[in-house]
């Protein structure tokens, strides 16, 4: 399928869980509320010239969009450019002929702007929220995938499997005005994934969420070599990491550390994961480290490493990070929109 080329050599992106955040106060915001400020957020990164705003599905109480399309159209109304899709959709626990259609959908009402990337979702409450047994979980996303893919084809579509009902040469609507829905499968590091990529065509986005990023050029080579094996032509690589800008690395720093430190370590008691430290997090937000913090000449001069050294077409910063709140989130886009970008794509040029 066609994909539209980085504008700028480069696409610059941002990305949020839409994480449940604290008021002035210190006070945690009713879901609805922190909804709104995401809209808010998207119409910002449309006015400072971001590429892409990404908005991710979750059903649990501290992140408060379960339904990114209806947020993403939303924004759709009060932008005109930027890019909007999901970061990600649980296509594992959803229905690929609905997911196409919202996505579909979002397409017409932002004039060909959507896109969608799909993951099986490291959050598995989406699993009994709608009755799905999570002992098929791999199961249900490779035959999910597999009727996606035929679904972008936009032809009458015929498949049959053991996760839902089969199609027949069915016409599904409604269609892109382009024809073309561009299509991201996400991973988060397994060569299995990246290998299934390859094999559907479709570009690669990366979680890189902690280590070193340079690590992952493997995976990058791999899906490359993939792509040729399966004839395939050459397709975006993007990556997604945490991340969060102010004036100096100090104040960055200070101010994202308490709340990306307890939202670690909330989300560690669920997996068994150790509390993050402060000295982890310098590494982290070290110039080798995933996590892009600093001030706008710092956290440029890493995208641009990353960047360089992965080949990437895209990256985008998460930019939420636990309770910080939207004030702050809002000046963080702000000074990544209109000073580390350009630095970005002078560098890159």
């Known amino acids: 399928m066609a994909q539209d080329p980085a504008p700028h050599g480069i696409e610059l992106g941002l990305d949020t ?17 922190v909804i ?12 400072v010239g971001l590429d892409f705003f990404g908005v991710g599905e979750h059903h649990r109480k501290d992140f408060a969009v379960s339904a990114p399309e209806v947020v993403l159209a939303a924004i759709a109304g ?27 959908t979002l397409d017409a009402v932002s004039n060909g702007r959507a896109e969608v990337i799909l993951g099986r979702g490291s959050f598995t409450e989406s699993f009994p929220l709608f009755g799905l047994d999570l002992s098929r979980y791999e199961e249900l996303f490779e035959e999910k995938l597999a009727l996606f893919a ?23 609507f409604p269609p892109t005005e382009s024809g073309s829905l561009r299509t991201w499968i996400g991973v988060g590091g397994s060569p299995e994934s990246v290998v299934r990529a390859a094999y559907y ?24 070599r993939a792509l040729g094996q399966f004839g395939k032509p050459t397709l ?12 100096t690395d100090a104040q960055a ?18 997996r068994g994961w150790g509390p993050m430290s402060r000295e982890r997090f310098e590494e982290e937000a070290g110039p ?60 890159l040029v």
């Open 78 to 104: 009060r932008t005109t450019s930027v890019r909007l899709g999901s970061a990600v959709t649980v296509l594992s626990s959803d229905d690929p002929v609905r997911v196409f259609q919202r996505f579909s």
């Open 288 to 347: 080798d480290g995933a996590v892009f913090v600093g001030s706008p000449e710092t956290v440029a001069a890493k995208i641009t490493k990353v960047a360089t050294t992965l080949g990437l077409s895209r990256f985008d910063l998460k930019y939420s990070l636990g309770t910080l709140p939207h004030e702050k989130l809002m000046r963080s886009i702000e000074l990544y929109g209109t000073q580390v970008a350009p630095l970005v794509r002078e560098q």
């Open 150 to 172: 035929e679904l972008l084809k936009e032809e009458p579509v015929t498949w049959s499997g053991d996760t839902r009902a089969g199609l027949t040469d069915q016409p599904v």
């Open 236 to 247: 975006p690589v993007a990556t997604h990491s945490p991340g969060y800008i102010a004036a």
């Open 201 to 224: 065509g479709m570009p690669l986005m990366i979680a890189i969420i902690g280590g070193e990023p340079a690590a992952f050029a493997p995976l990058v080579d791999l899906y490359h």
């Open 17 to 33: 869980f839409g994480d449940v955040t604290y008021d002035a106060a210190g006070e945690l915001l009713p879901q609805p509320r």
């Open 36 to 47: 709104r400020n995401v809209v808010a957020e998207g119409e910002l990164a449309d006015q």
């Open 253 to 270: 720093r200070e101010e994202m550390w308490p709340h990306f430190a307890a939202m670690q370590e909330r989300i560690g008691r669920e």
